[in-house]
T-cell receptor, first 117, second 115 residues
Framework: AQSVTQLDSHVSVSEGTPVLLRCNYS??????LFWYVQHPNKGLQLLLK??????LVKGINGFEAEFKKSETSFHLTKPSAHMSDAAEYFC???????????????FGRGTQLTVWP | EAGVTQFPSHSVIEKGQTVTLRCDPI?????LYWYRRVMGKEIKFLLH????????ESGMPNNRFLAERTGGTYSTLKVQPAELEDSGVYFC?????????????FGPGTRLTVT
């Protein structure tokens, strides 16, 4: 069975401090991994994606994530949080197992990021 | 370029009624997906169209849900009759043609409340 686990449902940071949002997955095959963000009343926006190239992936707005196969992790980081980063973040996986249809996405439960001034 | 649009943004209906949600994908995107987020749970896949054909509908919860994509353009998702547990946010996404985990572009969602 597949699973995507976001280890924190809520993360609070002060503006200017680092952000770490954690994600672990289980998969029988090499997955493609994504982080999406949803701001209030907006659609889900792709932050970054890993598709078996470089393990350190840079995304938009200063975010990056590192794929660690040995740890089955894909944590999202940002060196310095900004007020505009406050949103809900989703770790997403595709190609989790032999039966997965190409393109079908599996979502974690989301992490709500709060940024304090 | 217009993004994925969904209509309506909100819908409140009574149990037993019928509701139809609409999704307009990005022009040229053959792949269209429906997902749903029930409160407190993760976003879950419902089904996947490639053009007008259903590629995978294994995520559809039951036969009260009917998805169509006539002509391979916009798609509708009908819930008939609606039940309380159908409440949630329904997302539509589209992606470009071809195999592989292409980026899926999401719409803002339709918030469905069944009372």
């Amino acid at each position: 069975a597949q699973s995507v686990t976001q280890l924190d449902s809520h993360v609070s940071v002060s503006e200017g401090t680092p952000v770490l949002l954690r994600c672990n997955y289980s998969s029988s095959y090499s997955p493609s991994l994504f982080w999406y963000v949803q701001h209030p009343n907006k659609g889900l926006q792709l932050l970054l994606k890993y598709t078996s190239a470089a393990t350190l992936v840079k995304g938009i707005n200063g975010f990056e994530a590192e794929f660690k196969k040995s740890e089955t992790s894909f944590h999202l980081t940002k060196p310095s949080a900004h007020m505009s980063d406050a949103a809900e973040y989703f770790c997403v996986v595709s190609r989790l197992d032999r039966g997965s249809t190409l393109g079908r996405l599996y979502f974690g439960r989301g992490t709500q990021l709060t940024v304090w001034p | 370029e217009a993004g994925v649009t969904q209509f309506p943004s909100h819908s409140v209906i009574e149990k037993g009624q019928t509701v139809t949600l609409r999704c307009d994908p990005i022009s040229g995107h053959d792949n269209l997906y429906w997902y749903r987020r029930v409160m407190g749970k993760e976003i879950k896949f419902l089904l996947h169209f490639v053009k007008e054909s259903k590629q995978d509908e294994s995520g559809m919860p039951n036969n009260r849900f009917l998805a169509e994509r006539t002509g391979g353009t916009y798609s509708t998702l009908k819930v008939q009759p609606a039940e309380l547990e159908d409440s949630g946010v329904y997302f539509c996404a589209s992606s470009q043609p071809g195999q592989g985990p292409h980026e899926q572009y999401f719409g803002p969602g339709t918030r469905l409340t069944v009372t």
